[in-house]
């Protein structure tokens, strides 16, 4: 499968690789490093019950987006607006890529992701809350 920059969102976005605040983007081989890394996503069986999670899945929410955007809105976003909102959709499921080991560690101790819980997601005024809206979704899982 050839990766292209065939939306017309992100020929919008590739305006921003002249711009000198993106100075050396290249649009186009951030689409295939995406693609190479999300091409790995269900493999392990680690999000595997998901939908294909390949580059076809970028270019169509790619085209979503080009009704989603109001044409008069569209008119008016700069070269960088368009950079952000593909950047955005390139990266938005990076999250699902982790081995088996890395799901099943998740919870240990020493796991960064349960000091981070500890120290940060479960801190503050709505900490408690939203930790206890948490398990309850997880034992709604099981």
């Known amino acids: 499968m050839s990766i292209e920059l065939n939306s ?3 020929q919008f976005a590739k305006k921003a690789e002249s ?3 993106f100075g ?3 649009l186009l081989y951030i689409k295939k490093s995406v693609a190479s ?5 269900g493999r392990g069986g680690i999000f595997d019950e998901y939908t294909k999670h ?3 899945h970028i270019d169509e929410m790619l085209k979503n987006l080009e009704w989603i955007v109001p044409q008069q809105t569209q008119k008016v976003m700069s070269a960088a607006d368009w950079l952000m909102i593909v950047l955005a959709i390139y990266f938005h499921d990076m999250g699902m890529l982790v081995t088996k080991e890395e799901f099943e560690a998740r919870t240990k101790p020493e796991s960064g ?3 981070f819980c500890d120290h940060v997601l479960f801190t503050g005024l709505n900490g408690p809350d939203y930790k206890s809206r948490g398990n309850s979704f997880i034992i709604n899982m099981l």
Not at 37 to 41: E, P
């Open 8 to 10: 017309i969102p992100e």
């Open 19 to 21: 711009l000198s605040a």
């Open 24 to 26: 050396g983007l290249n």
């Open 37 to 41: 890394l999300i091409g790995q996503i």
């Open 54 to 56: 390949d580059i076809s």
């Open 113 to 115: 992701f349960t000091n």
